[in-house]
């Protein structure tokens, strides 16, 4: 089992801006992407709690971002300081959260589909996870 090690996060007003770190992730064999993933209290469907897609990096290269967050945040990594980062420009109350980083086994997890993106408890076991770190944005 790697732990993956987050820092970064806090609280701050509306409009702020806030970056995460994550790193550990090298030691994570056949990793297929890297990503960012949120959860807050009451985030459910179907009655079951999920995780949210925030931003994925995959093997190519590729980054998606989620629907909610585009044009605002931004991923990115540091291969010689095997880190990633999420920038979070134009921070708004809702996306207050536990925010998560993961080193994915299965791509699915990083590519959003016509559903969404959100990840359900029975495929956290297929991605790396990170300790979690808490943003609060106040209004």
């Known amino acids: 089992q790697v732990q993956l090690l987050q820092s970064g996060g806090g609280s701050v007003q509306s409009g702020g801006s806030l970056r995460l770190s994550c790193t550990n992730f090298?030691?994570?064999?056949?990793?297929?992407?890297l990503g960012w993933f949120r959860q807050a209290p009451g985030d459910v469907r179907g009655g079951i709690e999920v995780?949210?897609?925030?931003?994925?990096?995959?093997?190519?290269?590729?980054?998606r971002y989620g629907d909610s967050v585009k044009g605002r945040f931004t991923l990115s990594r540091d291969n010689t300081e095997n880190t990633l980062y999420l920038q979070m420009t134009g921070l708004k109350p809702e996306d207050t959260s536990m925010y998560y980083c993961?080193?994915?086994?299965?791509?699915?997890?990083?590519?959003?589909?016509?559903?969404?993106?959100?990840?359900?408890?029975?495929?956290?076991?297929?991605?790396?996870w990170g300790q979690g770190t808490q943003v609060t944005v106040s209004s």
């Open positions: 090298q030691h994570v064999a056949g990793r297929n992407c």
């Open positions: 993961a080193a994915a086994f299965a791509g699915s997890l990083c590519t959003p589909n016509d559903r969404g993106w959100f990840i359900y408890p029975h495929e956290w076991e297929m991605a790396y």
């Open positions: 995780r949210e897609g925030v931003a994925a990096i995959d093997a190519d290269g590729r980054i």
